[in-house]
């Protein structure tokens, strides 16, 4: 009987492997990003990363969700990805309704192409803890901004139309 189990077990696994390579997806790739987030940060972060950077490089769109990822888990911030954005005065796109259309466009299915679905992309790669950008030939970690503006005085980084700094 348990012969027969592991036999089983096995050929569900080949049959498993074998239709995730038709769809081009290895076990690897599927277990990366299982569980790491939900549909709704996605939702919430590609429609910031759109509103602030949706015209940027797409490592502009990364280092711009990074920042908010780096806020959430800094301790001087709110700990949701949700809490990060709506906190008061923080981004502009909030506060001006844009970013509230933009969750509206996402459920309406606008953004599975173009720069909204380069956002997704980047929003999902952030979530599962990408915390560097390739700009320009280099890899730039970014793991301690706190901060990105279009001027920002002493900044210590620009990636396209956008400051970096650590803190203020």
């Known amino acids: 009987m348990k012969f027969k189990t592991l036999v089983v077990r096995m050929i569900a ?3 498993l492997a074998g239709v995730m ?3 081009g997806t290895t076990l690897s790739k599927a277990a990366e990003w299982d569980d ?3 549909s709704k940060e996605v ?3 590609a429609s910031i990363i759109f509103c602030e950077a949706g015209n940027q490089s797409y490592a502009g769109k ?3 969700g990074i920042v908010i990822m780096n806020r959430k888990r800094s ?3 709110p700990n949701t990805v949700e809490k990060v954005i709506k906190q ?3 981004f502009t796109p909030v506060r001006t309704g844009k970013y509230a259309r933009e969750l509206k466009k996402y459920s309406k299915g606008s953004y599975k192409k173009g720069a909204r679905a380069q956002c997704v992309r980047a929003a999902k790669q952030v979530l599962a803890g990408r915390d560097s950008v390739k700009y320009r030939g280099k890899t730039i970690q970014m793991n301690k901004y706190l901060f990105f503006s279009q001027h920002l005085r002493n900044a210590k980084l620009r990636i396209g139309g956008h400051d970096f700094k650590i803190k203020f």
Do not use: N, P
């Open 13 to 15: 696994v080949f049959v």
């Open 21 to 23: 390579s038709l769809s």
């Open 36 to 38: 790491e987030y939900t």
């Open 43 to 45: 939702k919430m972060m």
């Open 62 to 64: 990364l280092a711009v």
């Open 75 to 77: 301790g001087k911030f």
């Open 88 to 90: 008061r005065g923080q």
